[in-house]
């Protein structure tokens, strides 16, 4: 298998994902304190929209990489 079909492969994957999930949420730390024996962190939930356009566009680039890198010998 080429390296354009496995990355043709992992876009449409992707693309699906994004299509059916939407969004993807992750926890950063954000802030940290010690204050004698008292240790302080704060963590933040951030959220990130995946839009439409971009998963359907991973989609369609991946199958092009799939015709493409098919058709070479």
């Given at each position: 298998?080429?390296?354009?079909?496995?990355?043709?492969?992992?876009?449409?994957?992707?693309?699906?994902?994004?299509?059916?999930?939407?969004?993807?949420?992750?926890?950063?730390?954000?802030?940290?304190?010690?204050?004698?024996?008292?240790?302080?962190e704060?963590?933040?939930?951030?959220?990130?929209?995946?839009?439409?356009?971009?998963?359907?566009?991973?989609?369609?680039?991946?199958l092009?990489?799939?015709?493409v890198?098919?058709?070479?010998?």
């Amino acid at each position: 298998m080429t390296v354009t079909r496995i990355l043709g492969i992992l876009l449409i994957i992707a693309g699906t994902a994004g299509l059916i999930y939407g969004d993807f949420s992750f926890t950063k730390e954000t802030h940290q304190a010690e204050l004698g024996p008292l240790e302080l962190e704060l963590q933040e939930k951030e959220t990130v929209q995946v839009p439409t356009w971009a998963g359907a566009g991973a989609i369609g680039v991946g199958l092009i990489l799939l015709l493409v890198g098919g058709r070479r010998r």
